[in-house]
């Protein structure tokens, strides 16, 4: 039997308390199982270990790769905001919404662009639709100008000055207030 000290026991009430309060949902591992949780839980469970392989088991299983968790966000941000792309290209080829946005008005782009991996932004640019691909690179590059993401900026800048005739003179991300979530 288990003897769990007052301190621990009152750790763990409270800790549980907070889940309860801000609505986390809670899961459990036992022997390598994810147990308790839906479908669209467990692949965003697995995309967000980086589990490749238990992230394509579920897709042919046929979970929605555009399912959202408390906050909306999808399966596709937490790939990009970890820069697994591989995982990325799978939930893409299965019909994921590249260009959907969670309850901060981000999107996987700027979810790459937090997480600074220019590999991930390419891939993310690339299935946008070709209409809303100049603004949302304009958006990212502001983006990555205001938390720092060097590396992508750089690259965003570039590549809108190779396509500069291109982006659209009245487009300014500050018109679009909420967006962005909570400051880092």
Known sequence: MLHLGRQSIIRLVLIALVLVLTGVQTWCV?????????????LFIA???????KVRSLLRQGVSPAWRD???????????????????EMLIASGSPVEAQDRYGMTALLH????????????????????DRPASE??????ANEYGSNQVASFL?????????????SF?????????????
């Open 30 to 42: 036992i022997d390598g199982q994810i147990n308790d949780v839906s479908q669209g839980e467990r």
């Open 47 to 53: 995309v967000s270990a980086g589990d490749s392989g």
């Open 70 to 88: 408390a906050a909306d966000m999808t399966p596709l941000m937490c790939a990009a905001s970890c820069g697994y792309r591989e995982i990325a």
């Open 112 to 131: 790459a662009v937090r997480g600074g991996d220019v590999g991930m932004v390419t891939l993310l640019l690339n299935q946008m639709n070709a209409d």
């Open 138 to 143: 304009l958006e990212a590059l502001a983006f």
């Open 157 to 169: 800048q570039g590549h809108l000055r190779a396509r500069r005739s291109v982006v659209p003179a």
């Open 172 to 184: 300014s991300p500050a018109a679009r207030p909420g967006r962005h979530g909570p400051a880092l």
